[in-house]
């Protein structure tokens, strides 16, 4: 009988053994499993990250930033070749190249450059190299030519100084300094323009093969940044077409990762599902401007009821099917200094309240003041260019707006030579026309003697030439309402569905943190 119970002792110790060895083996075994997994995943994570992206040009002339005229070229560029200063998704002043710029009386500018920066070739960069590139972008015609116009010359004292001297005051020069480096040495003995030598620049890639139908570019390892922002794309094989609608094509069926496009109909193309897509404010901005001088628009309450009674997202939706933005001023394109206090919105009862206070009767259907001894209706021309049919609609558009609260528009349609005139003599009541804004925000043109509108308030002058001012000068001419803005256009940046990483596209450069854009499988 002892030793029965011994036996049975002895079998369940055995079988305690067992269990626990058993839920030993199975925990190691879900550990292990888990691991893996978690192995699994993380393989995968990493085969899934590709190291390449793809994009697509047509009418490919050169890499060369100083002589291509291609728009899109000239945004890749932005990958190879770096400025003096560079400029930040809301338009702020960023040094680049340079590590100071100091203006040290109104035409006369001392640049100190950074010297540890090294070409792709691994040379460094010297200040002879932006004397250079100034030098080249003064001989011909280019999309920078804008840039160094006003440059009467340049110095280099040493080869970490710059002196640039102009011709008179730029305002804002330093927004001028944003056009890309190249190096002198690399050209030396070389002619420029007919050199087949490949370009090479200090930036995030760099051309490593051109020919008839790709264009590679490979991570430049010699970037100052490389160790805290490597690029999480190895190499960019940049595709030659013929025709934009073969980009499309090309992108629809997921050969090509990456479109910019200021085409509003693209999706006629691509469809509208299968990508991603940021929009962004286009430089192109529309406005009416009025005569200040005019017997009528001199009244500031008449131009504060027009803007008032004009509904410019009906107007952005009857005629553009909402394919641009709005716009109430020359800075609303993604610039930090924009300020939308004071700005006017759509009211016809204050249009009409507005009109009332200024002395204005409303009679017979009409407006009518008595102004000099005469009674003046409100009956006003606008002048268009009829060769531009969107603006022939928007005027017509505002015409029949400003019909609504009793304000009669003649519009004046007239040819591309004589629009021009009427515009640069100032010999119109109001005027639709519209500028290509620069990355400089100088308002000047606006605001400044002789600008279109005949617009004179001397202590807004006075503040022209500070950025600090600029809150102040949007309330003032919010108030007087010297012209109306209207819509800007409106670009887009397509990307393949599988596309990731931080996009903040605007019309200077689309790439910023381009480091961090990648592309799943």
């Not at 893996?36 to 085969?47: F, L, N, R």
């Not at 710029?101 to 035409?107: V, Y």
């Not at 286009?282 to 027009?306: H, M």
């Not at 928007?394 to 005139?421: D, F, H, P, W």
Request: aromatic share 12%; with cysteine; net charge negative.
């Amino acid at each position: 009988m002892k030793n029965n119970n011994v036996f049975k002792y002895i079998f369940i110790i055995f079988i305690i053994i067992l269990i626990i060895g058993a839920a030993y083996i199975l925990y190691n075994q879900k550990q292990k499993t888990e691991q893996q997994e978690t192995d699994k995943q993380s393989q995968v994570g990493e085969v899934q990250i590709l190291d390449k992206l793809t994009m697509g040009i047509c009418n490919y002339d050169t890499m060369n930033p100083l002589l291509t005229n291609n728009k899109e070229i000239i945004n890749i560029d932005k990958l190879i070749f770096e400025p003096l200063i560079t400029i930040t998704s809301d338009y702020k002043l960023e040094m680049c190249l340079a590590k100071s710029c100091t203006k040290t009386n109104d035409t006369r500018y001392e640049i100190k450059i950074d010297t540890s920066i090294k070409w792709q070739d691994g040379s460094s960069l010297i200040a002879k190299d932006v004397a250079f590139t100034i030098d080249r972008l003064k001989e011909r015609n280019t999309v920078y030519s804008a840039n160094v116009k006003d440059i009467q010359s340049v110095e280099t004292p040493d080869t970490e100084t710059v002196i640039i001297n102009l011709t008179k005051p730029v305002p804002f020069f330093e927004y001028n300094l944003t056009f890309p480096i190249l190096p002198s040495m690399y050209y030396l003995n070389e002619d420029f323009v007919a050199t087949n030598k490949i370009p090479i620049g200090t930036g995030m890639y760099k051309i490593a093969s051109i020919d008839s139908s790709t264009i590679l570019l490979t991570r430049n390892d010699k970037w100052r940044h490389i160790k805290e922002k490597t690029p999480k794309a190895q190499s960019i094989t940049i595709k030659q077409f013929g025709t934009m609608g073969e980009i499309y094509n090309s992108f629809k069926l997921g050969n090509i990762d990456i479109v910019n496009t200021s085409s509003t109909n693209y999706s006629e193309y691509v469809g509208n599902m299968g990508y991603n897509k940021k929009e962004y404010d286009g430089r192109n901005y529309d406005f009416i401007s009025f005569n200040c001088d005019d017997i009528i628009l001199n009244d500031k309450a008449v131009r504060q009821a027009i803007n008032y009674a004009i509904d410019k997202n009906i107007l952005v939706s009857n005629v553009f099917s909402n394919n641009c933005y709005v716009s109430n001023s020359p800075l609303d394109y993604g610039s930090y200094l924009y300020s939308a206090e004071g700005e006017i919105s759509y009211n016809q009862d204050k249009a009409k309240s507005t009109l009332e206070q200024a002395g204005w009767i409303y009679k017979n259907d009409k407006w009518q003041k008595s102004i000099d001894g005469y009674v003046r209706r409100l009956t006003l021309s606008l002048v268009v260019c009829k060769d531009n049919q969107d603006r022939i609609n928007v005027a017509n558009e505002i015409k029949r707006q400003l019909a609504q609260i009793g304000i009669t528009v003649n519009i004046v349609e007239v040819s591309n030579e004589k629009y021009y005139e009427y515009l640069n003599n100032k010999n119109y009541q109001m005027i639709l026309t519209g500028v290509t804004n620069s990355v400089n925000p100088d308002l000047s043109y606006f605001y400044g003697d002789g600008n279109i509108a005949n617009y004179n308030n001397s202590d807004l002058k006075s503040k022209l030439s500070s950025l600090e001012n600029y809150t102040e000068i949007q309330k003032i001419v919010n108030e007087d309402v010297p012209y109306i803005g209207l819509y800007r256009n409106k670009n887009t940046l397509l990307l393949n569905e599988n596309v990731g990483g931080t996009f903040t596209p605007n019309s200077y450069n689309l790439y910023y943190n381009f480091n961090e854009w990648f592309r799943q499988e």
